[in-house]
Structure formats: C-alpha cells, structure tokens
C-alpha cells in the first residue's frame, strides 16, 4: 500500500476547512424566530371545493386507463415497473455477489438506465443486507 | 434523552415556550450547523436548512413525545432536510459537477482549504445524495452507524456497504486528481 493509498486517512483532511461568518452563531436565535413567525403568518393554501373535484376526477380516469392497459396486456412486463420491485433488486444483487460480474455486464443485461451507483444506493436504502453489496462490490473489485 | 433534551422538553410543556426556543436553538444549533455544512458545503445552504430544521421542528414540538431523544430528533429532521435539498439540487453542484464547486469554493470566503482539501471536496461532491451524507457523517464526524441508522432508517450493513463503497469511489477520485508530490 501506497502513501498515495492512504491520503484520506491524513489528520489535516479530517479537519473541516469551512469557517462561519462573524456572529452567526449568536444571531441564530433571532433569525429562526423571525422565519418562525414568517412561516406562521403565511396564509394556508386552500383548494376550492370546485378543483379538488377535478383532481379527483382526473386521477380516477388515470386509474381507470392504467387498469385497462393491464387488463389489455396483462403479460407484458414494464422496465420502469420493475424497479420499484424491491424483489428484483434483491434478485438481482443475489446474481450480481454470485458471479462475481462486473458493472458493465450489469450494464449490458438490459439496465443500461441505471449507474452502478444508482443501483447501490437503492439497494443500501431499500433495506437490502449490507453483505450481499457488500460482496457485491469485493468481487467487482 | 440527555438532560438537556429533558430540561428543554419540560420547559416546553410547562409553557415556557421561549426559553424552550433558545435552549434548541442554542445547545443543537452549532452541531447541526457541521452537520448539514458537512454535507451541503455553501454557507448559504446550510444556514437555510438549519433554519427549515428548527421551523419544522418547532412546529412539530406539540407531537414530540420524547421517544428517541431530543438531539436525535433533531438530527433526523435535518438530515432529512439535507436530503431533500440535494435530490432537488441533483443539476447543481451536488451530484456531479465538481469543476462548478471547485469556482463556488475559491469564491467562498468561508472556506480556507488546501489543494488537497478542494480536491477531497470535488471528490465527495461526485457521491449520489445519501452516499454523500453517509460519506461525511462518518468521515468527518465518525458518527456511529446505529445513529445514521436512526437519521436514515436504513440498516447498520447497508450503511457500511455504502460507506465502503462511497470511501472507495472518493480515494479513487482523489488519488487521481490530487496536485502533490509522494
């Protein structure tokens, strides 16, 4: 391992270089209060009864053409609707820390859409174990 | 809780409502201010979201019930807030164009890093939004996983997957553009 290996681990880096303006700190009470009570004297908005009808309206026929295009078609099997199956991912990174395969086979086997990082961080935040990315990433690298 | 999150809570509901105010403000501010500056970098930024912080804290004060801590709370609110703030600035600065931070930061007067420090800035400014939060609260900070658990509900493994993985991708970028002599 190199110098050049371990330069995060350097104790100047881990020191913040940021710096606040003169008083800030102490000014801060103030300057909440006064978005506080902005933030209270705004008017709520209100929808008139007449709109809020016609969002509801707009958002039945929505469903109602979703509905008929999958009961038209039940077989196909939409990309976007994939990703939001929380068990896909997992299937897929099951495969992924299997083989051992690296981005670009991912990239090459249809989800050429998503990043490698795109589909690390929806794994880590969709409640996947850590160990199957985790290994994921080992046999990548 | 800490027993300043239980003073500041019995002051609230005692009806001591402005003296409640200023012990949030003035015990939690600053850490949450590093907090969030850690991980927003502009001054500007992280003013206007330690403020959204304590707005929607303040607002929701009637509801706290003392659970997890008043701190933690707190931390949770702003990291969320943090969050929200950089999915919509995904354009901007904060998901992948470091040459734009690295002109923001050499203006920015509230800044007085290195070369090595602007080039670990541009590096983490490269991290999707919730790498990039898990990158600096343990970076900078070392916070504990079980606490950016607690911020993020997300699990201790995934948190780790995604540290190691976001250190990896900020070394990489560091080593290859860093202007110093080994």
């Known amino acids: 391992m190199t110098e050049k290996d371990n330069i995060l681990e350097r104790p100047e880096l881990k020191n913040t270089p940021f710096s606040v303006p003169e008083g800030y700190f102490e000014s801060l009470p103030q300057r909440v209060a006064e978005r506080i009570a902005a933030s209270a004297s705004k008017p709520a908005a209100r929808r008139s009864p007449l709109r809020r009808w016609w969002l509801a309206a707009a958002a039945a026929c929505l469903v109602a053409v979703a509905a008929t295009a999958l009961w038209l078609n039940p077989g196909s099997t939409d990309a976007s609707l994939a990703l939001g199956d929380n068990e896909e991912y997992a299937a897929m990174a099951e495969w992924f820390a299997a083989s051992g395969a690296q981005p670009s086979e991912l990239e090459a086997s249809g989800s050429e859409t998503l990043s490698q990082d795109e589909i690390i961080e929806y794994l880590a935040y969709n409640g996947l174990s850590g160990e199957y990315i985790y290994t994921a990433l080992a046999n990548a690298e | ?182």
Not at chain 2, 27 to 55: C, K, M, P
């Open chain 2, 1 to 182: 809780m800490t027993d300043d999150g239980q003073i500041i809570i019995r002051l609230f509901k005692a009806g001591q409502r402005e003296e409640a105010f200023n012990q949030i403000v003035k015990n939690y501010g600053e850490r949450l201010y590093w907090h969030i500056r850690s991980i927003v970098v502009v001054h500007e930024d992280a003013d206007d979201l330690l403020q959204n912080t304590f707005v929607k804290a303040w607002s929701g004060m009637e509801r706290f019930r003392g659970e997890s801590g008043l701190y933690t709370w707190l931390y949770r609110i702003a990291t969320n807030e943090t969050l929200t703030f950089l999915s919509r600035k995904k354009l901007d600065l904060a998901n992948g164009d470091p040459e734009e931070l690295s002109g923001r930061l050499a203006a920015d007067k509230n800044f007085s890093g290195d070369s090595l420090q602007l080039t670990l800035q541009k590096a983490i400014a490269t991290l999707p939004p919730k790498q990039r939060a898990v990158f600096c609260m343990r970076y900078y900070d070392e916070t504990p996983y079980e606490q950016i658990s607690k911020a993020l509900g997300t699990s201790v493994g995934a948190l780790k997957a995604s540290y190691h993985h976001a250190y990896g991708k900020v070394l990489e970028y560091v080593k290859a553009n860093v202007d110093i002599d080994f």
